[in-house]
């Protein structure tokens, strides 16, 4: 690889280079985290998986929001990105009620603050997208807070913004998504400041390990959904009774084969680009 920098840090799944004072690589590796647990076993091109939606996104929402991206690398896994104060908080904007919205549900009829319609099943799409916020951990998970509360962290209006930017996001990406056969039940954003004090969309955006991605033809509320992501090994990582614990449980080769199966198929429906014209000429996705 060429220019690589001073390496920063190292996250469940990306390594941190630091290029200049106003540029870093991320570069996404092949690991696999469940339950906040990073497991032994790789999964094969899972890095180039996310790098490769995330510049494509990056690409077609530019127009809606600033974003990070100066470069994608030949390699098809390292972003060169310009540097950002990054917000303590990031947002979940959900359409959909699954994974921790639903258990809130469940225990309290609201998301995170936003009171919802009583009698709603697992995985019905909600009544309007929410933006639930929720703070950074810097290890483990991070903590959902309502709309007050990430007000107070960030200031009422950049917040305000922040919610406005998010909704734009995920309604340009879920009907994008819903032409190409996939569900958006929710996404993961993050958002920073650059040194004009502008909002910028940063970190991955709309993967399988940032979204919860369902095929539109098997979707039937009422309960969990099939979906394009980790959670094929996350299954097999609960049926053997692990205690969640570090260390995690190898993946035998039909999880591992399975699981790069779902990603790579997420890959190819949402950007309309065959995986292996990627892995040649990973250029394909800014085109």
Known sequence: MSEVGLHLGSGKVRELYALDDERLL??????????????????PDKGRVLTGLSAFWFARTSELVPNHLLALREDGRSLECRRLEMLPIEVVVRGYLA???????????????????????ESDRLPLALVTPATKAESGHDE??????????VGADLYAEVERIALALYRFAAAHAERRGIIVADTKLELGLDADGTLVLGDEVLTPDSSRFWSASEYVPGGPQPSFDKQYARDYCESLGWDKLDPGPELPAVVVVGTRTRYVEAFELLTGIAFADYLADPQVVLR
């Open 26 to 43: 991320l570069t996404a590796s092949d690991r696999i985290s469940t339950f906040d647990v990073i497991l032994p076993t790789e999964i």
């Open 99 to 121: 994974g921790s919205g639903w258990k809130d549900y469940v225990a309290t009829g609201s998301v995170c603050g936003h009171a919802l319609p009583a009698g709603l099943c």
């Open 144 to 153: 959902n807070i309502d709309a007050a509360a990430a007000a107070a962290l």
